[in-house]
């Protein structure tokens, strides 16, 4: 063996013997009291060792007193830990340990709102299984119930609004599978649940423009007119709507994704005036 690849083969053991040091040098055993091994693990964390962080708030979450206010934080900061090592499901369970047993806690609703991110990231893409996706927005919603001034509040609605949109483009591609299928009738199902169940995004816009592309297909006048007055409600001036509504004499509908008027107060009812009674011109027979 040259002197060159030996003296490579050796700088390469050193590292791996460093390496393997600074892995085992992390020993939470090693400290005398929880607020010791707290504040080193959150050191770890900090450094983005996350398999020290990890091992840390483990022991801490097993050995911690149910009442400890230390407790919380070492589920939250598990959480942390698990988050960054990629781990979200791992992270989801940890963050919901906190506002489960937690409620009252000060991170109840940050862990709350982690424990919905992670979810979400366990959804990679539209056209996976959605069923992390629906956890994570089940989870933000429940989150804007419990913990309604969090200031937290607008990002929790701005993560339903983003899953909101890969639910619909979700949709909206299986309706398009089906449309190009010419299978009218189950792509029609599909786009229109998409307008229905999400109408504030760009998928239920383009749902509606595949909605009067099938129902013109199928000779469906009367929903073709229906649909692109509701495109002109909603879509002033898109030119995509346009297009596919051009010639048609468009029906204006009652547009459902509106706020219902407000209900008129029952302090003081309106007194309906009174209903005139006939009276017979001739007395009735007995």
């Avoid at 490579?8 to 992390?26: D, K």
């Avoid at 407790?71 to 698990?82: M, N, S, T």
């Avoid at 469906?220 to 010639?247: F, I």
Wanted: proline residues 8%; contains cysteine.
């Amino acid at each position: 063996m040259s002197f060159i690849k030996r003296t490579r083969l050796v700088a390469v053991v050193s590292l791996a013997m460093v390496a393997g040091c600074h892995r085992n040098s992390f020993q939470p055993l090693k400290f005398l009291s929880h607020q010791a091994l707290f504040d080193a693990s959150l050191s770890e964390l900090k450094k983005h060792h996350w398999d020290h962080a990890v091992a840390g708030f483990e022991k801490l979450t097993t050995d911690l007193p149910a009442r400890d206010p230390l407790l919380p934080e070492a589920y939250y900061d598990l959480g942390r830990a698990h988050y960054g090592h990629g781990e979200y499901i791992l992270a989801a369970q940890s963050f919901s340990r906190v506002a489960e047993n937690f409620p009252e806690d000060s991170l109840a609703d940050r862990a709350t709102y982690e424990t919905g991110v992670a979810y979400s990231k366990l959804w990679r893409r539209p056209s996976l299984d959605p069923e992390y996706g629906e956890t994570a927005r089940s989870t933000f919603q429940s989150f804007l119930a419990a913990y309604p001034d969090s200031p937290l509040r607008d990002s929790a609605q701005k993560q339903i609004d983003r899953l909101d949109e890969w639910f619909a483009i979700k949709g909206y591609n299986n309706g398009v599978t089906y449309y190009k299928r010419k299978a009218y009738d189950s792509d029609i199902i599909y786009f229109r649940d998409v307008v229905k169940d999400y109408p504030k995004t760009d998928g239920a816009r383009k749902s509606l423009i595949r909605l009067v592309e099938s129902y013109r297909a199928i000779k469906y006048k009367e929903d073709v007119a229906e649909t692109c007055g509701t495109l002109e409600q909603r879509y002033p001036g898109d030119k995509e709507a346009a297009k596919v509504c051009k010639g048609v004499k468009a029906t204006l509908v009652a547009d459902t994704t509106a706020k219902p008027p407000a209900a008129a107060s029952t302090d003081n009812p309106p007194v309906p005036n009174p209903v005139p009674v006939p009276v017979p011109s001739t007395p009735p027979h007995f």
